[in-house]
């Protein structure tokens, strides 16, 4: 089954490619790799959450947003790769958490991504990953998601 087809069947439309916040493109390519920029948890053109993982947004509030972060990542990739049919395999993911100081599960809000990943691209979204604990995120976004994709 195609990746096109299987998102639809999961009932799951690519956004459009969100609008760099910064100066910086969304996805680069380089040869069959692409490395896209950090996505946030945009929808419809506005963050979904914000805050800090552990005080006031839930581990379960932010592994939702990983998974937008992580849709709009995919979404950058296939636009690269000149659609999303063209993304063979998940390299590697990084999942950056604003957590507040005593917040220690990073990788279950990881999981919000990886999740997401798997259902789609099935074994091919396997993937090494990254969960890491930072202070703050651009926006005061709760998540931030990387991806390395091969095409």
């Keep these: 089954m195609s990746v096109s087809a299987r998102l639809a069947e999961l009932g799951i439309v690519l956004p459009p490619v969100a609008a760099p916040v910064a100066a910086y493109v969304p996805a680069v390519r380089a040869g069959d790799q692409i490395w896209t920029s950090g996505q946030l948890p945009f929808a419809d053109g506005a963050l979904t959450l914000t805050g800090k993982?552990?005080?006031?947004?839930?581990?379960?509030?932010?592994?939702?947003?990983?998974?937008?972060?992580?849709?709009?990542?995919?979404?950058?990739?296939?636009?690269?790769?000149?659609?999303?049919?063209?993304?063979?395999?998940?390299?590697?993911?990084?999942?950056?958490?604003a957590s507040a100081p005593e917040f220690t599960g990073q990788p279950a809000v990881a999981n919000g991504a990886s999740n997401l990943l798997g259902e789609i691209f099935g074994e091919a979204g396997v993937h090494a990953r990254s969960a890491v604990g930072v202070s703050v995120l651009p926006l005061d976004a709760p998540v931030e998601v990387e991806l390395i994709v091969e095409a």
Excluded at 53 to 68: C, H, L, S, Y
Excluded at 77 to 90: E, L, P, Q, T, W
């Design 53 to 97: 993982v552990g005080a006031g947004v839930t581990p379960e509030e932010a592994a939702e947003a990983a998974r937008i972060a992580a849709l709009n990542a995919i979404a950058a990739a296939a636009d690269k790769a000149g659609g999303v049919d063209a993304i063979r395999r998940v390299l590697k993911v990084v999942v950056f958490v």
